[in-house]
């Protein structure tokens, strides 16, 4: 296995750097994937802040989602489900978890106002409403594999937002894009309720 290049991981760091910013992820909230170009998987470690990610904060995977080498940290919660969504969307080459506040409340607002928002959605590439799962486990992997397979976002009950894109930059542009909807939304729907 080859270690994640300087070009990937400067594609990572950029990304973190723009979803932090953009209010895509707070403080150690959110995670992002990459396929390598060896086929393993890189995915941000437990307590990464994506904002500062360093070499320290990434772990690479194997094909059976287990990391190939040991660095001391363990991998994001969300490992599975980055790792599960890469395998089942072979155009993917990047996943994000976004912790956006309004994408966030969507997904506390459940399937109803994703359904009655449709036209405000449909330039994101097909956005389905994953029902609860606990997260990190193999359900909720599964299900959220599922749902990427024929969309570019799986939007999970009372979780958030999981989004494919071809690169991760793709991936982090359709991860804003997806916030800037879920705003109007809120606001076209009166906000808090």
Same mark, same amino acid.
């Given at each position: 296995?080859?270690?994640?290049?300087?070009?990937?991981?400067?594609?990572?760091?950029?990304?973190?750097?723009?979803?932090?910013?953009?209010?895509?992820?707070?403080?150690?909230?959110?995670?992002?994937?990459?396929?390598?170009?060896?086929?393993?998987?890189?995915?941000?470690?437990?307590?990464?802040?994506?904002?500062?990610?360093?070499?320290?904060?990434?772990?690479?995977?194997?094909?059976?989602?287990?990391?190939?080498?040991?660095?001391?940290?363990?991998?994001?919660?969300?490992?599975?489900?980055?790792?599960?969504?890469?395998?089942?969307?072979?155009?993917?080459?990047?996943?994000?978890?976004?912790?956006?506040?309004?994408?966030?409340?969507?997904?506390?607002?459940?399937?109803?106002?994703?359904?009655?928002?449709?036209?405000?959605?449909?330039?994101?590439?097909?956005?389905?409403?994953?029902?609860?799962?606990?997260?990190?486990?193999?359900?909720?992997?599964?299900?959220?594999?599922?749902?990427?397979?024929?969309?570019? %976002?799986?939007? %999970?009950?009372?979780?958030?937002?999981?989004?494919?894109?071809?690169?991760?930059?793709?991936? %982090?542009?359709?991860?804003?894009?997806?916030?800037?909807?879920?705003?109007?939304?809120?606001?076209?729907?009166?906000?808090?309720?």
């Amino acid at each position: 296995m080859a270690p994640i290049s300087h070009t990937e991981l400067e594609r990572l760091r950029a990304a973190g750097r723009r979803m932090y910013a953009g209010g895509l992820s707070t403080g150690t909230m959110g995670a992002i994937g990459m396929r390598l170009g060896d086929g393993t998987v890189a995915v941000t470690a437990a307590g990464a802040r994506l904002g500062f990610i360093d070499g320290g904060d990434l772990i690479v995977l194997d094909g059976n989602r287990r990391p190939v080498s040991s660095n001391g940290r363990e991998p994001c919660a969300d490992a599975g489900v980055l790792a599960a969504a890469l395998e089942a969307q072979p155009e993917a080459g990047s996943i994000v978890r976004a912790c956006s506040p309004y994408a966030t409340a969507l997904a506390h607002r459940g399937r109803r106002l994703l359904e009655e928002s449709e036209t405000l959605l449909e330039g994101l590439g097909g956005v389905a409403f994953v029902p609860y799962y606990r997260p990190g486990t193999a359900g909720l992997a599964g299900a959220v594999a599922d749902a990427l397979r024929d969309n570019r %976002v799986a939007v %999970v009950e009372a979780q958030g937002p999981v989004v494919w894109g071809t690169d991760v930059d793709d991936a %982090v542009d359709l991860a804003e894009a997806l916030e800037a909807a879920a705003r109007v939304i809120f606001i076209l729907d009166g906000g808090e309720r």
